[in-house]
């Protein structure tokens, strides 16, 4: 079970490889995140040495790995819906939160991170898709959400994060796009370095259209039981 995950992970890794060097990419550029939701410990120990990170969704599954020791020697994201009062079990523990998309939640990560004297790192959250069972912050409404984290002096905005509506990865590439369009737009003012787009089905077409951060479940792990 184990090596499968593992032969997973290192596949993975030399067809990143292979996609950057076609499409003109230094791999180096190339966050590979390891999806962990639904994993035991045990199996995310077993891919740490074959990734850069791993993104956990849920706050309580986050908290039961973490106290497991399963990241320890890896950054670790957090990928997932988050609700306010869940803040405090991530900030100053998770390396970068990735869903960030309102500016009450941004408020409550910064005063949390304020409490305890650190900045955390954070990406905001675009529902690029409009997609009305997604989370995120829809993009008319980014300039908004950008002024409250201007003025938040515990958070430190690295880019931006999506998930596009579910389909081919010609249909998901548009959608990575257009996130890298905006990106681009406020990277040289907030110093962006994190575009995190791209899942299993369409991690190559995001790196195409410019993602600096993948995040793979099922390709390393397999289908989620
Ligand atoms: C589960 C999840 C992934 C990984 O999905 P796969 O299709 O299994 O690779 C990536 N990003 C987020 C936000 C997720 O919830």
Redesign the pocket.
């Known amino acids: 079970m184990e090596e499968n995950i593992i032969a997973r992970a290192e596949a993975l890794r030399r067809e990143v490889e292979a996609v950057c060097r076609k499409t003109g990419r230094d791999p180096a550029e190339i966050t590979v995140l390891a999806?962990t939701?639904v994993q035991t410990a045990e199996r995310v120990r077993a891919v740490l040495n074959f990734v850069d990170a791993c993104?956990e969704?849920r706050v309580q599954e986050f908290c039961e790995k973490y106290d497991a020791g399963a990241y320890t020697g890896k950054p670790v994201h957090f990928?997932?819906h988050l609700q306010t009062n869940k803040v405090k079990f991530l900030v100053g523990r998770c390396d970068l939160i990735h869903s960030v998309d309102s500016p009450r939640l941004a408020k409550a990560v910064s005063d949390r991170a304020e409490m305890l004297g650190l900045v955390q790192d954070i990406l905001a959250e675009l529902n690029i898709g409009r997609d009305e069972n997604k989370t995120g912050c829809l993009p008319e409404d980014l300039p908004e959400l950008l002024s409250a984290i201007r003025a938040l002096p515990g958070v430190r905005l690295r880019g931006l994060m999506c998930?596009p509506p579910k389909g081919t990865p010609e249909e998901t590439a548009p959608w990575f796009a257009k996130t890298r369009e905006i990106y681009e737009k406020y990277a040289p003012e907030w110093g962006f370095d994190i575009l995190s787009m791209g899942?299993?089905?369409d991690w190559a077409a995001a790196i195409r259209e410019g993602s600096t951060l993948i995040?793979?479940?099922?390709?390393i792990f397999g289908a989620?039981m």
């Open positions: 999806a939701k993104g969704n990928i997932g998930v899942m299993s089905g995040r793979v479940g099922t390709g989620r």
